[in-house]
C-alpha cells in the first residue's frame, strides 16, 4: 500500500479565491461567471474541487496501484510507468458531483437536502488523457466471473466506491494520469484517478491507490447509505438504502454571477448544458419559466455532444427579472421545473430561475 501523508494544513493544493470559487469547507464550487471567457475545458485552476476530507500529498515514484481480488488471475502492483507504458487515450468528458445544484431542492422545492449546498458549479469539462481501466486489469488477468470493481482513493477516508464491470471494462473509462494536457493537478487526483464517463463524481475515484476486482457484490459507505436515493417514491433495498445513483442527467447553467447585475439593452448571455445520458439537442431560454425561445448551440468541438456552449440575446429592461435556460438531450429529457425530493439532495435537474438585476 502506498504512503501517504496527508496535508491537514490545506484543504487543496491550488488556490481558491473568492471570486473564480464558492467555498463550501472541503468543497470548492466553480463561480459561472469565472468561466465566462474560458474556451470550450474547464481551465484547471478554476476547475471545482469535491474533497471528502483533503488533497493527501502522493509521491509518485513511490505509488503503486495494487490490483486484487477473487476475480484475477495474480494481484499485481503497478507504478506509473507500468501505466504509462500502455496504450494510453484522449478524451473530453465532463465530471459531475451527483449534488450539483442540491441548493434548489430548498429555493425551488422548498425541502432542503442533506449536503453541500451547491448552485450549479460543481461541473467541468477536461481532456483525460490514460490507459483503458480495461488495459490496466488486463495487467492482472480478469477472470471470466468478474462482476464488480472497488477503486479505492489513498485520502484520508479511503473514498471508494464499486462499479459494475461492463462499465470498468467499457471504452471510455480510463485511468487518467493528465487532465487538460498536464500531469493530473493533486486536487484532481494526481497521480492516477479514475475517469467514467456520464457518471456520477464519486465513481471518478481520485488518488487510485487500490482495484478490487470481485466475483460478488462490492460495499462501501458510498453506494450502501450515500450516493443512493433516499425518499418518498424510493424503496429500500436489501443491501443498501435505496437506489444506486449512475449516470447525470441533463442540466445547463449561464455564465452570469448568481445574482447577476446586467445593463439594460440588448445582452449576450451564454451558457452551458451537459447531460450523462446522450448529447444536447436542444437549448432554450425564457423569462418566465412557460414560454420558451431557441438559444443558438454554438458547434461542438467534441464528437460527444454532451457539453454544449450556448448563448441568447435577450433585451433586458431595467429591473428584477428571473432568467430561465432548459436543455433537452437525444434522449428525450427536458429539464423540468419541478423535481421530485430525495434526502440527499442528488441529481437536481430541474431548470431555475437565475436571478438577474437589470440596471
Ligand atoms: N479519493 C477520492 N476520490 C473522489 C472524491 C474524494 O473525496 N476522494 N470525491 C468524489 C466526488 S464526490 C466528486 S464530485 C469528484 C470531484 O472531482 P474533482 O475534485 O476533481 O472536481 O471526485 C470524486 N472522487
Ligand atoms: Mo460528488
Known amino acids: 500500500m502506498t504512503d501517504v501523508s496527508n496535508r491537514p494544513e490545506t484543504k487543496t ?9 464558492r467555498d463550501h469547507d472541503t468543497n470548492f464550487e466553480s463561480r459561472w461567471e ?21 488533497t493527501p500529498h502522493i509521491d509518485a515514484k513511490a505509488w503503486r496501484l495494487d490490483i486484487f481480488g477473487n476475480a484475477v488471475e495474480r494481484e499485481s502492483e503497478l507504478s506509473l510507468s507500468d501505466l504509462a507504458a500502455l496504450p494510453q487515450q484522449t478524451q473530453t468528458n465532463f465530471l459531475e458531483c451527483a449534488g450539483n445544484g442540491r441548493s434548489f431542492f430548498d429555493t425551488v422545492g422548498g425541502e432542503p437536502a442533506e449536503g453541500t449546498p451547491w448552485l450549479l458549479g460543481a461541473v467541468g469539462e477536461a481532456q483525460w488523457r490514460g490507459p483503458r481501466l480495461a488495459d490496466v486489469l488486463a495487467l492482472a488477468g480478469v477472470k471470466p466471473d468478474a462482476l464488480e470493481v472497488m477503486p479505492t482513493g489513498l485520502d484520508e477516508m479511503r473514498v471508494r466506491r464499486p462499479l459494475p464491470i461492463d462499465v470498468a471494462l467499457a471504452d471510455d473509462t480510463i485511468v487518467a494520469l493528465e487532465m487538460n494536457g498536464e500531469p493530473l493537478h493533486p486536487d484532481h487526483g494526481y497521480p492516477a484517478r479514475l475517469v467514467v ?71 449576450k448571455v451564454a451558457g452551458r448544458a451537459w447531460s450523462g445520458e446522450g448529447a444536447i439537442e436542444r437549448v432554450e431560454w425564457s423569462l418566465d419559466g412557460e414560454t420558451w425561445k431557441p438559444a443558438a448551440l454554438l458547434p461542438d468541438p467534441n464528437a460527444l455532444g454532451t457539453w454544449v456552449r450556448f448563448s441568447f440575446e435577450w433585451d433586458a429592461a431595467p429591473g428584477s427579472h428571473l432568467l430561465y435556460a432548459r436543455a433537452t438531450d437525444t434522449t428525450g429529457k427536458t429539464q423540468p421545473a419541478i423535481v421530485p425530493y430525495n434526502e440527499l439532495g442528488y441529481l437536481y435537474t430541474g431548470y431555475v430561475g437565475h436571478p438577474v438585476e437589470v440596471r
Open 13 to 21: 493544493v491550488k488556490p481558491t479565491p473568492a471570486d473564480q470559487f
Open 34 to 54: 469565472a468561466l465566462a471567457g474560458t474556451g470550450y475545458l474547464t481551465p484547471v485552476e478554476k476547475f471545482f474541487v469535491r474533497n471528502h476530507t483533503v
Open 197 to 267: 464517463p456520464g457518471w456520477i463524481g464519486v465513481a471518478n475515484i481520485k488518488w487510485i491507490g487500490s482495484i478490487e476486482v470481485s466475483n460478488s457484490p462490492l460495499y462501501s459507505p458510498w453506494n450502501t447509505g450515500t450516493y443512493v436515493m433516499i425518499g418518498p417514491g424510493y424503496q429500500p433495498e436489501p443491501d443498501r438504502k435505496g437506489p444506486l445513483l449512475e449516470r447525470m442527467p441533463v442540466k445547463c447553467a449561464l455564465e452570469l454571477a448568481w445574482p447577476a447585475v446586467l445593463g439594460a439593452g440588448m445582452q
